[in-house]
């Protein structure tokens, strides 16, 4: 007997009923992105961060000494793969986490104020800065939250936390008229 499985989002139910058109806060769930943990040997942070930077369609987020998630939505996670394969084994590791992690989009005006309900970081521009990533704990989770611009955020946290972060922000974010959506 064969089963048939059905490929859905984890947060594919608890985006059900919310409004189609997006609020200036809005909170955005990406569908398909490709993450991938990357780790440098030790001493070698400078050359593997330029190789990491040195591929096309891809973000590079800090996440500690000597580890990054190199994360993108334009290419599938063999093409990340095939390009991270170029890289000299010898001084850099990696595995894809594209499965075991969630990608949420935050932006709007608000977005610093609802997000201080969740983090303990200062999230001010002059301290956190447009590109700039770091782990931290949001809504009581380990994710990794990079400012993509002067309103925007985004935050990867692991598969199995996604719902309990996605119900956490969008409650912080009721008093903002934060809505929520899939990412187009």
């Known amino acids: 007997m064969s089963v048939a499985y059905q490929n859905r989002h984890v947060l594919e139910d608890h985006i059900s009923g919310f409004e189609a058109a997006a609020n200036p806060n809005h909170l955005a769930v990406v569908r398909k992105p490709a993450i991938f943990s990357v780790l440098g040997k030790a001493g070698e942070e400078g050359w593997v961060l330029a190789g990491l930077k040195a591929i096309d369609d891809v973000s590079v987020r800090s996440v500690g000494p ?22 000299d084994a010898a001084r850099v590791s990696f595995f894809e986490q594209s499965d075991g992690r969630v990608l949420l989009r935050i932006s709007g005006p608000s977005v610093r104020r609802i997000l201080a309900k969740c983090v303990a970081v200062d999230l001010h521009p002059q301290v956190f800065a447009e590109g700039q990533s770091a782990s931290m704990l949001c809504c009581h989770v380990s994710a990794n939250v990079t400012r993509t611009g002067a309103d925007s955020f985004e935050i990867i946290v692991p598969r199995s936390y996604a719902g309990s972060v996605f119900e956490e922000i969008m409650e912080m974010g009721r008093e903002f008229a934060l809505t929520a959506g899939f990412a187009d």
């Open 66 to 87: 000597r580890e990054w998630l190199v994360v993108s939505e334009t290419l599938g996670a063999d093409s990340v793969a095939r390009d991270l394969f170029l890289l």
